[in-house]
């Protein structure tokens, strides 16, 4: 194997040299970076040269030079839904289009309707599309087109079971084993799990569940889960006062597959003439805003949704510039954010 013959190689590890990369050898801002480098106001002509010598000794190729002048972004109606009412793909898109403008690139948005394959076939077939983002898109016939169409591809929030096409996502298995952990490290063994089942991310959510009950030789079966038909907080509060109506102490613990069922949830150990934490504790996965602001705050898992976006954004970059050929699966580690939903208990 070569080794590096310069600095800059050995800096960003045989990788393609990006724009935080020269940030750091200039030790200024990545905005001042992108406006030394496209020609922009604003940066004194000491600095502009500067910045301009390091991405010249670093190789730093432009985005622009990358085969293609825009990339497209195919939003599922799953990700639009979810983008009206409970902000996840919004955070996730918000961390594509930022990205997008710090590096120059023209990102067009694509929502994804019923029976759209042949629509979204010729958009991405039009010649200066040189890549294609797949936002929260699970069907097969979407993916199919996306595979069919021979440019490089990143799906976000989702993956491709067959592994055609490389995909960034959080880690949703190992983050609910975590909850779960975290829920049977403080004394609780009698756990429900709160799902509304359909995408594959969330069945990778019940599984981490599963996965840290067995470990622990407890019960983990189907008669353990509530099922919801919509990530609404009131479909949530009255399948728990449902289940705790007969038995308001069947479980110390309800662990939810987002933050939008925990909030329902709370409300429902609540109407149910019970507390929480005290009686019943509550996590939530996400850690979206109001998540902070419920009665308790949430205790809930942070997904890096905002990172998710940029990874992929520049995933696909290495793609199209021909660094990266093999279809790949990115997983972000998440992580408990600690509040007053959860209590230990003997």
Not at 180 to 200: S, T
Request: with cysteine; hydrophobic share 40%; aromatic share 4%.
């Amino acid at each position: 194997m070569r080794k590096p013959d310069n600095q800059a190689e050995r800096d960003t590890g045989y990788r393609r040299v990006r724009l935080e990369d020269i940030a750091t050898r200039c030790r200024t801002s990545l905005s001042t970076v992108s406006r030394a480098l496209s020609g922009e106001k604003g940066v004194s002509s000491e600095l502009r040269a500067r910045i301009q010598e390091v991405a010249r000794a670093m190789r730093y190729t432009p985005a622009q030079e990358l085969g293609g002048a825009r990339i497209v972004l195919v939003i599922s109606q799953v990700a639009m839904l979810d983008y009206n009412r409970y902000q996840f793909s919004w955070y996730v898109l918000q961390g594509l289009k930022e990205r997008a403008k710090v590096l120059g690139i023209d990102l067009t948005i694509h929502p994804l309707n019923d029976s759209d394959n042949g629509a979204l076939q010729a958009l991405l077939e039009e010649a200066d599309v040189g890549g294609v983002l797949a936002l929260t898109v699970d069907d097969s016939g979407t993916l199919n087109t996306v595979v069919n169409l021979k440019k490089p591809a990143v799906l976000v929030n989702t993956e491709d079971p067959l592994m055609r096409l490389s995909s960034v996502l959080p880690c949703n298995r190992s983050a609910t084993r975590m909850a779960c952990e975290y829920l049977l490290d403080r004394g609780h063994r009698d756990i429900l799990f709160l799902i509304h089942p359909g995408r594959r991310t969330i069945e990778q959510r019940e599984d981490g569940w599963r996965e840290a009950m067995r470990c622990r030789q407890l019960a983990c079966d189907d008669s353990r889960i509530l099922t919801v038909t919509d990530w609404l907080p009131e479909l949530a509060e009255q399948a728990v006062i449902a289940r705790l109506r007969d038995n308001p102490h069947e479980c110390t613990a309800i662990l939810c597959a987002n933050d939008s069922l925990a909030l329902g949830a709370i409300n429902g150990v609540r109407a149910s003439g019970l507390r929480v934490p005290e009686d019943i504790s509550v996590i939530g996965m996400n850690n979206l805003p109001q998540a902070e602001f419920s009665t308790p705050p949430l205790t809930t898992v942070h997904l890096p949704v905002q990172e998710i976006g940029t990874l992929a954004l520049e995933l696909l970059q290495d793609m199209i510039a021909g660094s990266v050929n093999i279809p790949r699966r990115v997983e972000l580690a998440c992580a408990i954010v600690e509040r007053q939903s959860v209590a230990r208990i003997a």
